[in-house]
């Protein structure tokens, strides 16, 4: 069962271990306040209790009381640009992009965005330990497998979390050996296992699945004080700061999103504070391009060059104007930070129940937005092919009244050059939104701009 009394709005999914957050408590609680860990993030060291279910919170929009962020914001980057699965094989994938991207966060942002990359990098260490995650264990099995488990359970006294490396280098390394030992472990513990889950006799399978929670649990305080300790040694000494004041949308969730921004051709991305302020720390000595990313805008920074020890701060940028109240980022298909073959803020998946033909369609998703009740909502487009057809690219709207994977979701008629607008209406069941550009070219290619904006 999920545990999310901090996020408003979250989703789930079919197959998960139910103890992500007392896993990450019970390895924090071990480490202890001193860790190094816990005084580079400070306060927010609390969050990785629930930051740890980020990797199940893909394509969503997280909102809490003194936040709001999409979670692919923290899960999808140049050297993971997709969505993986979190079962064996694929979930071993993550281990090193992932280590390296929250690591680099620590360095370089702020405690409570290195928090965000740190769960998303727990996340896949915790679903690991999971035993049917181990095995590679699909359907009822799996679910009863990992979830028959006392989570008050979990914990770890008296014991001290292993340094995995000294350097870089080593400890990532230390970490994926780490990794392993643990996927055999918790293998063996789920071959042991099976047969009793098949035949419901719980009380039997609880104990075993238990040794894999504590085993995930030492794993994972290992790998977080590992963070801590390798945290202060930096990969240069430059800085680059600024404010940028963002649009100012009638939205009451989305008027409270931060800018994202990225430094392109590299790893590096932030996002900026409640304020508008942003800051990149202990940067090495080259050029940079920044480009900022909000609903409605894209726009590309002039490259800075950093000398050793500068601390650039860039002028104040006020793109509050530019927006006409777009609450799609990326409209114009512009960005290509994380990847040359897809758009950011955009994912790439085949249309349901396609089969691939010579020419297949793509259906290019955007993130999901909520709804306010009783506002109109309007979708528009600027064509670049004023000659494109349905058949070529279509435009359309899906909704759901809840954002999560097992809520249906309904479709709207498709925008096309020949009807030019389409309004919905937020109500109980319309209370999220995803525009889905349908087509068989490249996006950009035939549409100019997309905008998606409350109206009277």
Request: hydrophobic share 40%; glycine share 6%; net charge neutral.
């Amino acid at each position: 069962m999920l545990r999310l009394a901090c996020f408003v709005l979250c989703t789930t999914t079919a197959l998960a271990w139910g103890p992500h957050t007392e896993i990450a408590q019970a390895a924090l609680d071990a480490m202890g306040p001193g860790d190094p860990l816990a005084k580079h993030l400070g306060a927010d060291t609390k969050c990785l209790a629930q930051y740890v279910w980020m990797a199940d919170w893909r394509q969503q929009l997280l909102v809490r009381a003194d936040e709001v962020f999409y979670s692919d914001d923290v899960l999808i980057f140049p050297a993971a640009a997709k969505h993986f699965q979190h079962i064996c094989p694929e979930v071993r994938q993550t281990y090193a992009p992932y280590f390296r991207r929250a690591l680099q966060a620590l360095r370089t942002e702020s405690p409570r965005n290195a928090a965000r990359w740190i769960g998303s990098l727990i996340h896949f260490t915790t679903d690991t330990g999971s035993p049917p995650h181990a095995l590679g264990i699909l359907g009822p099995t799996h679910s009863k497998m990992e979830n028959w488990l006392d989570a008050k359970l979990i914990h770890i006294p008296g014991y001290k979390p292993q340094l995995l490396g000294m350097d870089d280098a080593a400890a990532e390394a230390g970490f994926i050996r780490r990794m392993e030992g643990l996927i055999e472990f918790s293998k063996q513990r789920a071959e042991r296992c099976r047969a009793d889950v098949d035949g419901d006799r719980r009380a039997l399978v609880e104990p075993v699945v238990l040794e894999s929670a504590l085993e995930t649990t030492r794993v994972t305080a290992d790998l977080l004080h590992t963070l801590g300790v390798l945290a202060a040694r930096s990969i240069g000494d430059a800085s680059l700061s600024g404010q940028i004041i963002a649009p100012k949308t009638n939205h009451p969730t989305l008027s409270r999103l931060p800018v994202k921004i990225v430094l392109a051709g590299t790893t590096f991305s932030t996002l900026s504070e409640a304020g508008g302020s942003f800051a990149f720390h202990h940067l090495p000595a080259v050029e940079f391009r920044p480009v900022i990313s909000t609903p409605g805008r894209v726009m590309e920074l002039p490259p800075v060059k950093l000398a050793a020890g500068a601390a650039m701060r860039l002028d104040s940028l006020d793109i509050s104007k530019d927006t006409a109240g777009n609450l799609i980022r990326n409209p114009a298909f512009q960005l290509r930070w994380v990847s040359a073959e897809g758009f950011d803020h955009w994912n790439r998946r085949k249309p349901p129940a396609r089969l691939a033909g010579a020419s297949p369609q793509i259906d290019w998703e955007g993130e999901w937005i909520p709804l306010v009740k009783g506002i109109t909502y309007q979708l528009s487009a600027q064509w670049q092919d004023a000659a494109a057809s349905g058949e070529d690219v279509q435009i359309f709207i899906r909704t759901k009244a809840r954002p999560v994977y097992e809520s249906p979701p309904g479709e709207s008629a498709a925008l096309t050059p020949g009807s030019p607008e389409l309004r919905i209406t937020g109500t109980a069941e319309v209370a999220w939104a995803q525009v889905i550009v349908r087509t068989r070219k490249s996006p950009e290619t035939v549409i100019e701009t997309i905008r998606f904006h409350s109206v009277p």
